[in-house]
């Protein structure tokens, strides 16, 4: 995962950041505000970058918090959220450590754009085991990734590999997610899953 900050890091200080300023996932939005719309609680967002996912939460009621290990990042989002006038709480954190870094727990929505599908195996093992000590009894969870070879420089994960690796949640529904997939060949997916209830 070091190497991976540090490309991140670098990649916000020259500006480059190819992956800001996209449209909200589809699945997102009708998870929010379509019908049989979640109530509004705790929300996480991993890997938040500059905060377009945790703003547009906040704004439909969300306690939110967003988490990204790229200080950059994280200042850009607290000045989009003052100047939306939503309180977010931006912490600094790693995927692969969230119980221990302070992002606290009992989240209701756990929203991830585009973190898991970048990782390695051992981090996605890590990165499974932290979201579902953070996560509340019955909670949501919405995955966006790109399957391998959708976006160049994303490693990409396969939908089997995504289910299987959160097989003690339950898997609600997944598809093609329409405001990512630029190619029109289902390059980009979402997988809604629920916890049990325990």
Do not use: Q
Not at 13 to 32: E, Q, V
Not at 46 to 51: F, L, R
Not at 58 to 74: I, K, Q, S
């Amino acid at each position: 995962m070091a190497s991976r900050h540090r490309l991140f890091t670098v990649f916000y200080r020259l500006g480059f950041t190819p992956w800001d300023g996209h449209p909200l996932a589809a699945s997102l939005r009708d998870l929010i505000e379509g019908d049989g719309a979640l109530p509004a609680g705790a929300a996480l967002d991993i890997g938040c970058g500059t905060g377009d996912t945790s703003i547009y939460l906040a704004e439909h009621g969300w306690t939110v918090t967003g988490a990204d290990y790229v200080d950059r990042a994280l200042a850009k989002a607290r000045v989009k959220a003052a100047e939306k006038g939503v309180l977010v709480s931006f912490v600094r954190a790693d995927a692969t450590r969230l119980s221990t870094e302070g992002v606290g727990s009992g989240f209701t929505l756990i929203v991830d754009n585009g973190c898991l599908h970048g990782m390695n195996d051992d981090d996605r093992d890590a990165y499974v085991r932290e979201v579902t000590a953070v996560a509340a009894p019955g909670a949501h969870l919405l995955i966006v990734a790109f399957v391998p070879g959708g976006s160049f420089g994303v490693p990409g994960i396969e939908p089997g590999e995504v289910e299987r690796r959160f097989a003690d949640w339950t898997l609600v529904s997944s598809g093609v997610e329409s405001e990512m997939d630029r190619s029109g060949k289902g390059s980009a997916r979402y997988f809604l899953f629920a916890r049990t209830a325990s």
